[in-house]
């Protein structure tokens, strides 16, 4: 769950500029039918088996256009929901529940969906000790959004953004001139506590790497028996990363040749949305 705090100062201005791409001037169809603010109440159904995501990023929409808003709960973030339920319940001015109608299912279905395929691909890793992370291959604006929902759905977030760490990718390793420069200006550059993390796509880059003192290597776009070799090279002197063309389908033979991460961009960038619906608004006065 998404804290009262964090929403403030981290996420109101995202839902406000979303609302403001929905309502540049005003509600042209609910000011037509709704001249009078009235309170009114909406329920929240599920269209769909999964698992729901996003449900104080939800209300939070409302509440921004009618602070007296509230949304009473069924289930909470991470539950499975199956078709027909009814996850909750909005309370507010009905101006608020029509306006803000769109952008807070928007949010839901997008959140959910993430956290539904998440689910999905972390069950596919019972019983080994890979990690699941996901990537920066985010929707843009929706980075805060996408990455909570794969923290609920079972996954780690690798970094939030560029700021967050040190990931050398092969278009830094290019600018640098070799594997062993990118690492050896990062220690130079970066805070000690920092680790260094570098993408590596053959063998000798691999050992190149270990011998640079990488404290994690990425391994991209390996085949399997390339990637079992290069786990074998670095022996546990760093910790490793299995990135690209990761599917649900290879998961299982991935984290058995023992990797520590498996990274997957899907995860954000080709989650299906979970459907939800917003139905039989009545209103209360």
Known sequence: ???GVTMRINVDDYIINTL???????DVSTNAVMPDNKSGRADLICKQDGIICGLDVFERT???????????ANFKDGDEVKKGEIIGVIYGDVKAILSGERTALNYLQRMSGIATMTREYVNELKGYNTT???TRKTTPNMRPFEKHAVTVGGATNHRYNLSDG????DNHIGAAGSVTNAIKMAKAYAPFVRKIEIETETLAQVQEAIDAGADIIMLDNMDNDTMR???ELIDGRAETECSGNVTKERLKEIAEIGVDFVSCGALTHSAPIMDVSLKNLTVLE
């Open 229 to 231: 070799k290069a786990v």
């Open 1 to 3: 769950m998404i804290n």
């Open 166 to 169: 040190v990931l050398l990718k």
């Open 62 to 72: 409302f509440k921004i256009l009618d602070d007296s808003s509230h949304f009473e």
């Open 132 to 134: 699941l992370l996901d």
């Open 20 to 26: 403001k791409e929905d309502i540049t001037s005003e």
